[in-house]
């Protein structure tokens, strides 16, 4: 009977030694794991929490840990990535929304100081304002729909299209401009008609943005290339020229909110710096893709893609 009571004494004993050795291991982790965070905290460092541990609550402590560490780097990099968009966007819009006005204002001044101009120049000039005015409505009315995509106020309802239809009547509606430049239109469109889940209002603006895109920007290339293809999957629409090209940099931020870019061909995406932008926020929002492959003078393509509804 002694000997039983020894052993659960010894027993008890190596117990209450193995917890006092587990609590003591485990509150060393947890004070380097407090100390990791703190110093992390005032330094804002990106180093992950390494510890060595046979303690799975610790070690699933850390796992979590660490992944917020990582959504936290990672909010902190598309906050600075906004912070800056946004900081060009201001200077863009005072930029865009100066010209205009400075040249209405001029205008204006005018009038006011040559009481005695003649009918014909005073059309002349009305009709200045008026085309800058127009300009004015145009820009607001591009950040208004910029500001109500991103937010999720706008509405696109989607519906069966016909993407062949609806490509052909965009690219006549080019057509004497076009013909003015002397450029060459390839056009591959399937003769029976191909659907796709979208919004053809809003397929209009898309290929309306993406062809005068081409045809202004591209148009040295004398060619401007019309696409339909599709698998069982999904349908693509690809818009290309033969123009000057994109850089393989820029191609990876054409379609970011104000992005102006410095190569001749890339005026196609100063001033406002929205048209890209909205173009590939609606493809989002008909839950469909958009890229750019960009080789100079050879091939420049805007390709999109939507789900395909089998006719």
């Known amino acids: 009977m002694i000997a039983v009571l020894s052993c659960v004494i010894i027993a008890l004993f190596i117990c209450i030694i193995y917890q006092y050795h587990s609590k003591k291991v485990r509150d060393k982790d947890l004070i380097y794991i407090t100390n990791k965070l703190e110093l992390r905290t005032r330094s804002r460092s990106s180093e992950q929490i390494l510890i060595v541990s046979g303690d799975k609550q610790i070690i699933g402590l850390l796992i979590q840990l660490n992944h917020l560490i990582d959504d936290s780097l990672e909010n902190s990099r598309q906050f600075k990535k ?116 979208g919004n053809e209002e809003e397929l209009n603006r898309v290929l309306d943005n993406l062809i005068s895109n081409a045809i202004r920007y591209g148009g040295d290339g004398k060619i401007i290339g019309l696409k339909i293809f599709y698998d069982e999957t999904y349908v693509y629409v690809e818009i290309s020229d033969r123009g000057k090209g994109i850089n393989e940099t820029e191609q990876e931020r054409v379609f970011e909110r104000m992005v102006t870019l410095e190569e001749s061909r890339n005026k196609a995406f100063q001033g406002s710096g929205l048209g890209l932008t909205i173009t590939k926020r609606l493809i989002e929002k008909m839950q469909g893709d958009i890229s750019v492959q960009s080789r100079p003078y050879e091939k420049t393509a805007f390709t999109f893609s939507l789900k395909h509804i089998k006719g």
């Open 82 to 197: 906004m912070e800056t968009s946004m900081k060009r966007m201001l200077a863009n819009v005072s930029h865009d929304l100066k010209t205009p006005l400075t040249v209405i204002a001029g205008y204006i001044e005018m009038f006011q100081n040559q009481p005695q101009i003649n009918d014909q120049e005073r059309v002349r000039l009305l009709k200045q304002v008026h085309t800058k005015s127009l300009e004015l409505i145009k820009l607001m009315n591009t950040f208004f729909d910029l500001a109500k995509l991103e937010s999720g106020d706008k509405d696109v309802p989607l519906e069966k299209v016909n993407l062949t239809e609806i490509c052909k009547n965009n690219i006549l509606l080019f057509y004497e401009w076009i013909q003015t430049k002397g450029l060459e239109v390839v056009i591959e469109i399937p003769d029976k008609p191909i659907f796709a889940l």
